[in-house]
């Protein structure tokens, strides 16, 4: 089933540790619609503008969340979120253009490292309304994973 002009349910769908630990991540119908949307709003024009789009987490079930450490309350569950790279690209100027011509929820650049183009991976979400329009920088310090605000461009990251 095609999400969009590019993208296929199978592909936001797809897990290993789902397939290894036996877990459902088939999603509702209603949950099949917020993915198109995703893909509609992010996704496609993300791959209109730099070539192909790696996926690495799309829709995780509830259960899949909890096995891999996330919240069942994370917006993966509620099929309004997608971790992906664009291979070849620096992903803070996939972020940086995201920032500045998509409309989205919450676009996070996680553990980019400056000087280092495809370190790290782009998360971003996306819902019709109330969209918070939240930028962030998710990096680990002390062990522990850290938020910090980007107002400026992604690429300034220090």
């Known amino acids: 089933m095609n999400l969009s002009r590019n993208f296929s349910l199978s ?3 797809k ?3 789902a397939i290894r630990k036996g877990i459902n991540n088939n999603p ?3 949950q099949v619609e917020k ?3 995703l893909c509609e709003n992010i996704l496609q024009p993300v791959r209109d503008r730099f070539g192909r789009v790696t996926v690495t987490s799309g829709f995780r079930s509830v259960e899949l969340c909890i096995a891999v450490n996330s919240s069942a309350n994370s ?3 509620k099929a309004e979120a997608c971790d992906f790279e664009c291979p070849g690209v620096d992903n803070a100027e996939v972020a940086d253009w995201i920032k500045n011509n998509l409309e989205y929820d919450q676009l996070i650049l996680e ?3 400056p000087g280092e183009p495809n370190s790290g991976w782009i998360h971003c ?3 019709p309304e109330m969209r918070r329009a939240s930028c962030l920088h998710a990096y680990r310090s002390e062990g522990k994973v850290k938020y910090k605000p980007v107002t400026g461009k992604f690429k300034d990251i220090i």
């Open 11 to 13: 592909e936001l769908t």
């Open 35 to 37: 993915l198109k949307i």
């Open 75 to 77: 917006q993966h569950a």
């Open 111 to 113: 553990f980019y490292t």
């Open 125 to 127: 979400s996306y819902v």
């Open 28 to 30: 509702s119908a209603e």
């Open 15 to 17: 897990s290993d540790t």
